[in-house]
């Protein structure tokens, strides 16, 4: 059972579309990052949220934390094919280890 | 580029065998992790290092074992290797030991056959 249930698996949208995807856990956790893994390569840190309802923008992507720090989101706006990837959440367990969700593959295609 | 260093990029083994997974942190960190990644299972935990001590445990199988040296690099060893370790490993490190926000390397893929 994953610790980290991301939503949903796959997503496949056009170029200018608005997508969302969502991590939700039923533990609290002090923070949670999202990073994007493209094929062959090693997750990038997108962004590290630590605060009930704190929201944070990076360009067109916009995380979110959840009021009681169980969930997350991480909405792009217009997306381009360059966002295309995997988009995956971690938070770090009571004994500090960082626990990743599955991830949420996105495809943007022109 | 994160600064932390994963060698050897690829490595391609028999059933059996025995490899080494070499990893140096970036600049000043003093946590080093290793995940394996495979199309099943996803990214799993396997193990942490802080400043030279085994810091957590995860899934990591008995056939495997790892260390880090006073230079704070790290060396995975994967021993009596099995098809089903076929997979990307990575090595990450961070400043400190919380897993608030850590750097992952590029990888090593490691197949087996």
């Known amino acids: 059972t994953q610790l980290l249930e991301q939503s949903p698996q796959f997503l496949s949208i056009q170029e200018g579309e608005n997508l969302t995807v969502y991590c939700n856990s039923s533990?609290?956790?002090?923070?949670l990052q999202w990073y994007r893994q493209e094929p062959g390569e090693g997750p990038v840190l997108l962004v590290t949220v630590v605060t009930g309802g704190e929201v944070k923008k990076l360009k067109r992507l916009t995380f979110q934390f959840g009021d009681a720090r169980k969930d997350s989101s991480l909405h792009i706006t217009a997306a381009q094919p360059g966002d295309t990837g995997l988009y995956l959440c971690a938070g770090p367990d009571s004994w500090g280890k960082l626990q990743f969700g599955a991830g949420t593959q996105v495809v943007v295609t022109p | 580029d994160s600064g932390v260093t994963q060698t050897p990029k690829h490595l391609i083994t028999a059933t059996g065998q025995r490899v080494t997974l070499r990893c140096s942190p970036r600049s000043g960190d003093l946590s080093v992790y290793w995940y394996q990644q495979s199309l099943d299972q996803g990214l799993q935990f396997l193990i942490q290092?802080?400043?030279?001590?085994?810091?957590a445990k995860g899934n990591i199988l008995e056939r495997f074992s790892a260390q880090q040296f006073p230079d704070l690099h790290s060396e995975l060893n994967l021993s009596s290797l099995e098809l089903g370790d076929s997979a990307l490993y990575f090595c990450a490190s961070s400043p400190d030991s919380s897993g608030n926000t850590i750097y992952f390397g590029e990888g090593s893929w490691l197949t087996v056959v």
């Open positions: 533990s609290v956790f002090s923070s």
């Open positions: 290092y802080y400043n030279g001590e085994e810091r």
